[in-house]
C-alpha cells in the first residue's frame, strides 16, 4: 500500500514538473526564420515598402520555413532594418524566438541572432546604450529620445500622484474617533482632530 502511494506521489510530481518545464520552455524554442516579404502598418495606411519608423505601428511577415504569420514591433522592425542594411532580405535564415501562439493564429518575433550565434540587438528607444550606426535607424533618435524620456517623467509623477492621493484618502477616510481600554479607568473614547 506505501509502495501504491509513493509511486502516485512520484507520478504526479513527475507530471508537474513536466508542465511547468514545457511552459517555460515556449518562449525559449528556437526557430529558423526566412520572411517571404513584410506589409508596414504605419498610422495611415499600410505598404509593403519600408518607409522609416515615425508612424509605424507593427510590421507583419511571413515564415516561409514554417508557414507562420509574425507581428514585429517597431523596435523589432528597426533591428531587422539594421540587420539587412534597410533591404529586408536575408541571405540565410536566423534564429529567432517568438511569443506563444495568439487567438488570430500570428506570433510575436521576441528575439534574432545570425545562425553563428551572434544576436541582432534589439533597437528599442529604451536601450541607453545604442551605438551611433544602431540610433541611425530611427528617423529621429534624439527627439524620439526626448518623447521617451519626458513621458517616462510624467509617467512617475503620475505615480507619485497616485500614491499621494491614495495615502491623503486613506487618511481623510481614517475616523476622527477611537476607543481605548485602560485597566484603572475602562473604555473610552478619544477624539483625534
Known amino acids: 500500500m506505501k509502495f501504491k502511494i509513493y509511486l502516485i506521489i512520484m507520478l504526479l510530481l513527475s507530471l508537474s514538473f513536466s508542465s511547468v518545464i514545457y511552459a517555460v520552455e515556449e518562449y525559449e524554442i528556437e526557430h529558423e526564420f526566412m520572411p517571404s516579404g513584410?506589409?508596414?502598418?504605419?498610422?495611415?495606411?499600410?505598404?509593403?515598402?519600408?518607409?522609416?519608423?515615425s508612424?509605424?505601428?507593427k510590421a507583419y511577415t511571413n515564415n516561409t520555413l514554417d508557414n507562420t504569420t509574425l507581428i514585429l514591433p517597431v523596435d523589432r522592425v528597426r533591428s531587422v532594418a539594421y540587420a539587412t542594411k534597410n533591404t529586408f532580405k536575408f541571405?540565410?535564415?536566423?534564429?529567432?524566438?517568438?511569443?506563444?501562439?495568439?487567438?488570430?493564429?500570428?506570433?510575436?518575433?521576441?528575439?534574432?541572432?545570425?545562425?553563428?550565434?551572434?544576436?541582432?540587438?534589439?533597437?528599442?528607444?529604451?536601450?541607453?546604450?545604442?551605438?551611433?550606426?544602431?540610433?541611425?535607424?530611427?528617423?529621429?533618435?534624439?527627439?524620439?529620445?526626448?518623447?521617451?524620456?519626458?513621458?517616462?517623467?510624467?509617467?512617475?509623477?503620475?505615480?507619485?500622484e497616485d500614491s499621494y492621493s491614495r495615502s491623503s484618502s486613506h487618511k481623510d477616510k481614517r475616523s476622527k474617533y477611537s476607543y481605548f481600554y485602560s485597566p484603572r479607568s475602562g473604555y473610552g473614547v478619544v477624539y483625534n482632530p
Request: negative net charge; without cysteine.
Open 91 to 160: 541571405s540565410e535564415p536566423i534564429i529567432i524566438t517568438r511569443s506563444i501562439q495568439r487567438n488570430d493564429g500570428m506570433f510575436i518575433l521576441l528575439t534574432m541572432k545570425y545562425k553563428n550565434g551572434s544576436v541582432i540587438p534589439i533597437l528599442s528607444i529604451e536601450n541607453r546604450s545604442l551605438t551611433a550606426e544602431q540610433k541611425s535607424y530611427f528617423d529621429d533618435y534624439k527627439s524620439q529620445r526626448s518623447d521617451y524620456l519626458q513621458q517616462q517623467e510624467e509617467y512617475a509623477l503620475e505615480d507619485i
Open 38 to 53: 513584410f506589409v508596414f502598418e504605419y498610422n495611415d495606411h499600410n505598404t509593403t515598402t519600408y518607409e522609416g519608423d
Open 55 to 57: 508612424g509605424l505601428s
